[in-house]
């Protein structure tokens, strides 16, 4: 039978949990698990996935800093700094050198850096394991701070700033622009990027530096998951304990300000299609008791790239105006390219948003008005779910079907490692988030989860960014508060028509003093 074991070592103390079919113990600092298992004795600062029947080990080195941690005008360095450590040369090895390794063994790694989080992760298979992990442990240990190295990171990546941000994928450009305006004021606001004109005041020494700072044996934690062997975590820890000694300063939690009413920004660019992104503060976490009632709410309403969500239902499904409508209360960037949740993108401070995909011109009208009228058919049915909550039936047939879905969130060995390390940052102990989705679904009921709607969500006071043509002329439209109707190029049912009239009149409670209008080319240009 096949035997998983779950150890996490958090602030120094090893907590052990079970599964089914296992036995564990704590015993002075050693978990004891099944015949088959190879976990032995858990350092302090590790996290563990024994998976022995697995053909894969899959690593993440977890950084404890992230975006949040740059310097003032200095925006976008925690992330130049990873990517010139899992892109660059180490003292070991040059970058082509480190290509040409790593080739064979059909293997690579990754970095990725958000708000508070930097990670290092691979994946390869047991039979390479050493070759595999020489070259990877140096990722973090050796980097060389090549100066042609970091001078063809910065050259990308401002390339990517000046160009790619703002020309290639209007979508995700929505939603960076709505967390910039949400958390403004606060360590969120800057994406994890940075700014045009930080990145270009960014040289060597500001990364050597931000590494000696942050790159602490204290502050980084040693994951490993899969097949293992026999006290390999206390060699990677021990590995690890190389980094030298200094604690981080904790970076206080993010308060957004209060939002009064509904803000608009609309950036002004020369597109056919308009993406929408819209939301609002919440004080929800993952850790929460609301969070399972509000997670089966959440995919109810818009559960990512589905149709059997609501919004789906109403926007696309129904009307044909985009190619999906989600919302989400966790953070959830890069939405374009996944199906399920990003992990490592833990945050103290998160938000509800919703994301309306680009709406285009398939029937006669103009852009803005139905673009509108997707933005008012999103706030109508988020306040009907407010007033009149989940019906008994509807709740029902979600929790079937979201009793089912989840299991794709953990799918790979390295998914399940990443929700460990996901955990320890919540504080989540006993099974871990994944292994408790299915019994508190269980747990939950209709008047929970309406409980929690009533708490958490409200369609009155938020952030919603436009990108779109003619920005001047949907300010108008806005301030005037026209009807914005739309039109089919086949025949609908009568019924559909009727709350179309509905839809296009639904107020949006918005001043001029809260739109503001903005250039493309002006976009996070610091």
Not at 229 to 248: E, I
Not at 446 to 472: C, G, P, S, Y
Not at 496 to 514: F, G, M
Request: aromatic share 10%; net charge neutral.
């Amino acid at each position: 039978m096949r035997t998983t074991a779950f150890c996490l070592a958090l602030a120094g103390v090893v907590i052990p949990v079970a599964e089914a079919g296992l036995e564990t113990r704590l015993d002075q600092g050693v978990i004891v698990g099944s015949a088959q298992s190879n976990i032995g004795k858990m350092p302090q600062g590790a996290i563990a996935l024994s998976e022995p029947d697995s053909p894969f080990v899959a690593f993440n080195i977890w950084v404890k800093a992230g975006s949040q941690n740059d310097p003032k005008g200095k925006e976008g360095l925690a992330a130049l700094t990873a990517n010139l450590l899992a892109e660059g040369s180490t003292r070991q090895n040059d970058y082509e050198q480190i290509l040409a390794r790593l080739y064979p063994m059909a293997a690579e790694y990754h970095y990725s850096v958000d708000k508070e989080m930097t990670d290092f992760t691979g994946r390869v298979h047991r039979d390479n394991l050493a070759s595999y992990y020489a070259l990877f442990k140096n990722v973090v240990l050796s980097p060389d701070f090549r100066e042609e190295d970091f001078t063809r990171i910065k050259t990308r990546t401002l390339n990517y700033l000046k160009q790619a941000r703002r020309f290639s994928n209007d979508e995700e450009l929505s939603k960076e622009l709505l967390y910039r305006e949400i958390f403004r004021g606060t360590p969120y606001e800057h994406p994890e990027e940075g700014y045009v004109t930080s990145v270009e005041t960014i040289g060597l020494d500001d990364v050597t530096a931000f590494y000696a700072k942050y790159y602490t044996r204290e502050n980084v934690v040693a994951g490993v998951a899969g097949s293992y062997p026999v006290n390999f975590v206390n060699r990677m820890r021990g590995d690890l304990d190389a980094l030298p000694a200094g604690k981080v300063a904790p970076v206080p939690k993010p308060t957004p300000a209060t939002i009064d009413g509904v803000r608009i920004l609309i950036v002004e660019k020369n597109t056919t299609a308009t993406p929408i992104s819209f939301g609002f503060p919440i004080s929800l976490l993952r850790s929460d008791p609301d969070f399972y009632a509000m997670m089966l709410a959440n995919s109810w309403l818009g559960e990512h790239r589905t149709a059997v969500s609501h919004l789906y239902q109403v926007i696309r499904a129904t009307r044909g105006l985009n190619y999906g409508d989600y919302t989400y209360i966790e953070a959830y960037p890069r939405g374009f390219a996944t199906q399920v949740p990003p992990t490592n993108v833990s945050r103290r401070s998160q938000m509800f948003e919703g994301w309306i995909r680009p709406v285009s011109m398939t029937a006669p009208g103009t852009l803005h008005d139905r673009s509108l009228f997707a933005f008012r058919a999103a706030l109508r049915e988020i306040a009907r779910l407010v007033q009149t909550g989940m019906t008994r039936e509807a709740f029902e047939a979600q929790r079937r079907y979201l009793r089912n879905y989840h299991v794709n969130f953990g799918v790979t060995v390295g998914r399940r490692l990443a929700y460990r390390i996901d955990d320890v940052f919540y504080g989540i102990r006993e099974s871990g988030f994944l292994a408790s989705i299915g019994p508190e679904l269980d747990a939950l009921t209709v008047e929970k989860v309406n409980a929690a709607i009533k708490k958490h969500l409200q369609a009155r006071n938020m952030w919603a960014v436009f990108i779109t043509q003619d920005a001047e002329g949907m300010k108008k439209k806005l301030i005037e508060g026209a009807e914005t109707q739309i039109s089919y190029a086949g025949r609908q049912p009568k019924e559909v028509l009727d709350e179309d009239r509905i839809i296009a009149s639904y107020p949006i409670p918005v001043a001029a003093k809260d739109i503001t209008t903005v250039n493309i080319n002006e976009v996070f240009e610091r």
